[in-house]
């Protein structure tokens, strides 16, 4: 299985952790469809940790908390396909999951089965309880050989939070995305601590095996599981276009079935979320190096068909007022080209430049999304 572009869908572990249940699943499914996600692209709805019962049958399967799951997963699944969304579950490649449930150390091949019979389209595998004599990218090659020997596309998420030098070798694995940070939570300082943590990662991330910056917070405020201070809508407008920009997967992670105006049109962009999802998959690139400003970032990426997307993300406290020079992106002087620059959250085309673009004063934690068009110098 190839993974084109980065996925996109909903998981349960932002808002709702261990309190999961069938309910909960079937209804995220039908507000996927009432609130236009699955047209605008996202289309996995994935249950996070928790959904097992603490022992294995007696075939050694893992199996469905009773309470939580009554019908078993297959039921959940089916409902989530009726729906024409994809069904993502999560295991963890140590012994135990992070929330201390049965995992698929020694059982990958027996797993990778019982998911694939589920009719299971994602696999999210993490990294806690790690046996001490065992390294990760064996354990992430003997999952990643299970779910392609296991008679069903399923997309391995692989979740060791970057440690252990993971970038060296998860495209070994089979894996077609990676964490490639720790783990969010609904606040600022953690949005602002994962992005420039990427930062180290741009020449990594490629098609086909995407660096994955951990689940959105967009529309968490301040409720849920990994709640902590909450964010302005501001805020989540900047996260959200800078893991759309990065070209991070884009998985939802606040209550679908209660988002407000303001989390729904940031979330559901059509513009930005083209920008994440573009045929070219190009890695990023700073193309404004402010040395003076280092909170304040500039970020280009070639786009199919020969677009330029450029991302201004103020990081600072105060405000900035941020350039870029047309020749950090393969424009000289001499060239006889401009750029038509599109301000995409304004919605508006600006006009066409020559040389450098000045953005507008950027507010602290704001940002700006522009969309460059080359053209002919008048
Ligand atoms: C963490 C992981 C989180 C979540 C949690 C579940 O390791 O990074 O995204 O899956 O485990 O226990």
Not at 3 to 19: A, E, H, I, K
Not at 86 to 93: D, L, P, Q, R
Not at 181 to 199: C, H, M, P, R, Y
Not at 270 to 293: S, V
Request: proline share 3%.
């Amino acid at each position: 299985m190839i993974v084109r572009t980065p996925p996109m869908g909903w998981n349960s572990w932002n808002t709702f952790g261990r309190n999961i249940d069938e309910k909960l699943i079937m209804e995220t499914a039908d507000a996927f469809i009432e609130n236009g996600l699955l047209e605008a692209g996202y289309n996995y709805l994935v249950i996070d940790d928790c959904w097992a019962e603490m022992q294995r049958d007696e075939n050694g399967r893992l199996v469905p908390d009773h309470i939580k799951f009554p019908h078993g997963m297959k039921y959940v699944a089916d409902y989530v396909h009726s729906k024409g969304l994809k069904f993502g579950m999560y295991s963890c490649a140590g012994s135990l999951t992070c929330a201390g449930y049965p995992a698929s150390f020694e059982y990958e091949f027996i797993d990778a089965e019982t998911f694939a019979s589920w009719g299971v389209d994602y696999l999210k595998y993490d990294y806690c309880f790690r046996p001490m004599n065992q390294q990760g990218h064996a354990l992430y090659k003997r999952m990643g050989l299970a779910l392609a020997n296991c008679g069903r596309d399923i997309c391995f998420s692989a979740c060791s939070w970057g440690v252990d030098r993971t970038n060296e070798w998860i495209k070994q694995t089979g894996a077609h995305l990676w964490r490639s940070t720790g783990d969010i939570n609904d606040s600022w300082a953690s949005v602002k601590q994962l992005l420039e943590k990427q930062t180290e990662y741009f020449t990594t991330n490629g098609q086909g095996c995407f660096n994955d910056m951990d689940m959105l917070i967009v529309g968490m405020h301040g409720k849920g599981n990994v709640a902590v201070a909450g964010c302005t809508d501001e805020e989540y407008r900047t996260h959200f276009s800078a893991w759309a920009f990065l070209g991070s997967p884009l998985m939802i992670g606040c209550d679908i079935r209660n988002m407000d105006e303001v989390t729904k049109s940031i979330l559901l962009n059509k513009e930005i979320i083209a920008i994440n999802q573009d045929g070219a998959y190009r890695q990023p690139f700073d193309c404004g190096n402010h040395w003076w400003a280092q909170d304040v970032k500039v970020w280009a990426k070639f786009l199919e068909g020969g677009d330029i997307a450029v991302g201004v993300f103020n990081l600072s406290d105060g405000p900035a007022d941020p350039f870029f020079s047309f020749d950090t992106l393969g424009i000289d002087r001499v060239s006889g080209k401009a750029l038509e620059i599109r301000d995409i959250w304004k919605g508006e085309t600006l006009g066409v430049f020559k040389d450098v673009f000045r953005t507008e004063h950027i507010a602290a934690h704001t940002c700006k999304m522009y969309r460059c068009k080359v053209v002919d110098a008048k």
